[in-house]
């Protein structure tokens, strides 16, 4: 909670800056782990989402694994006490370099998205002596009996293997002696509200399952990837994580002794953070008022980027309400991060949070126009 003794040393602070309240963090990672503990679910936090050290340091005291994209984010997690055996490495273009640092760290599995590159991680692992764990991330986007569809499919995204290169990859597979399979991975999307999606998804890994085991391969893990959503509209509401795992647990057929993994990312750290700004100017345009903040999409480059909403608070006015497009101060006319919102009467020096912030927020944040980037500050600290 904000409350008044929070907003009286926000003025004091170096505005704008990242709140991340951990009480919420706290309840979000209990919630997770009660709700994937209850059908022995593995869970990979989503280490791009927010790479805080010390949000890293709480998310792995609670015993939860880590999902990288980059070497980076891998050595991140590492330092701030992820277990090398419950870490997953994904993305589309993973360079040498940063794949025989994951063999070397003896990372739990990659998850792979080419031929060409299960081919380049099989030649390092046999150089480094070693071998591989991998798992397919296979893109259920494409109904493999739908030319029509293939056809878009390919056109449309680059993550992913489509599922009627399967027969190749498991081919080449037999020949790669330092790779081994071990599972399936999927990552559909992000910001899914809609439950019925992943029940979809369910459906497309039953299919696939079957497929493997027809073939004699029993995978022993199915990784559902991320993207559950969080209520932008409601900043104080927790993520659906009870219905979510309900319905992976109802419409999911794991065979015997298969393990299911989770990768949330937004619907972790979302919530627990709001961009932290103060008022410069209110500025008259011909048809709105313009709130001129000190935060930009240097700090937050969401709604630029995604036209995605924020909610956003005026913390220190009381007064009557006026419309306002919230904007900031780099030179782009993207920089907005709200048109034509309701706020109380805002003025000069008013401290306004943008709400839901902690996630693809300050791991985003650039110095374009030279700027400082934002610090953070911990709801017990201040
Ligand atoms: C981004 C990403 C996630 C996390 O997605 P959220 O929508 O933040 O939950 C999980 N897995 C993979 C492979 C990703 O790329």
Not at 53 to 59: E, G, K, S
Not at 320 to 348: H, M, N, Q, W
């Amino acid at each position: 909670m904000i409350n008044k003794d929070k907003i009286k040393k926000f003025r004091d602070l170096r505005t704008p800056f990242y709140y991340y309240d951990l009480e919420v963090l706290n309840n979000t990672l209990s919630t997770l782990r009660k709700e994937s503990e209850k059908h022995g679910y593995i869970v990979h936090y989503a280490v791009k989402s927010n790479a805080n050290p010390r949000i890293l340091q709480i998310i792995s005291s609670y015993g939860f694994g880590a999902d990288c994209v980059s070497w980076n984010e891998i050595d991140a997690a590492l330092k701030a006490g992820f277990d090398p055996s419950r870490i997953v490495f994904a993305g589309v273009g993973k360079s040498d370099l940063e794949i025989s640092n994951a063999l070397k760290a003896g990372i739990f599995c990659f998850n792979c998205e080419s031929i060409p590159e299960i081919e380049v991680i099989d030649d390092l692992a046999q150089s480094l002596g070693t071998i591989a764990r991998i798992a397919l991330r296979i893109n259920p986007l494409v109904e493999a009996h739908t030319h029509k569809y293939i056809t878009t499919g390919i056109e449309e995204s680059k993550f992913g293997i489509h599922t009627w290169e399967l027969d190749n990859v498991m081919n080449r597979l037999t020949e790669l002696k330092n790779t081994e399979l071990i599972g399936m991975h999927f990552h559909i999307g992000s910001q899914i509200t809609k439950l019925s999606v992943f029940q979809s998804l369910c459906t497309h890994i039953n299919e696939l399952n079957e497929w493997f085991s027809s073939r004699g391969r029993e995978l022993k893990i199915i990784n559902v990837g991320g993207g559950l959503g969080i209520d932008y509209e409601n900043p104080e509401t927790y993520p659906m994580f009870s219905e979510y795992i309900n319905l992976l647990h109802e419409f999911l057929d794991l065979k015997a002794g298969q393990e299911l993994h989770m990768e949330p990312g937004r619907a972790v750290t979302g919530q627990c953070g709001s961009l932290i700004s103060k008022v410069l100017y209110v500025k008259n345009g011909s048809n709105t008022l313009f709130a001129i903040i000190d935060a930009g999409m240097t700090d937050l480059i969401r709604p630029a980027l995604y036209q995605a909403h924020h909610k956003i608070e005026n913390l220190t006015s009381r007064g009557d309400l006026y419309r306002y497009d919230v904007v900031g101060p780099i030179c782009e006319s993207s920089d907005t991060f709200a048109k034509f919102i309701e706020l109380p009467e805002t003025k000069r020096g008013d401290i306004v949070a943008i709400r839901s912030a902690g996630a693809y927020g300050e791991v985003m944040a650039s110095r374009y126009n030279l700027r400082e980037l934002p610090a953070a500050v911990f709801s017990d600290e201040v």
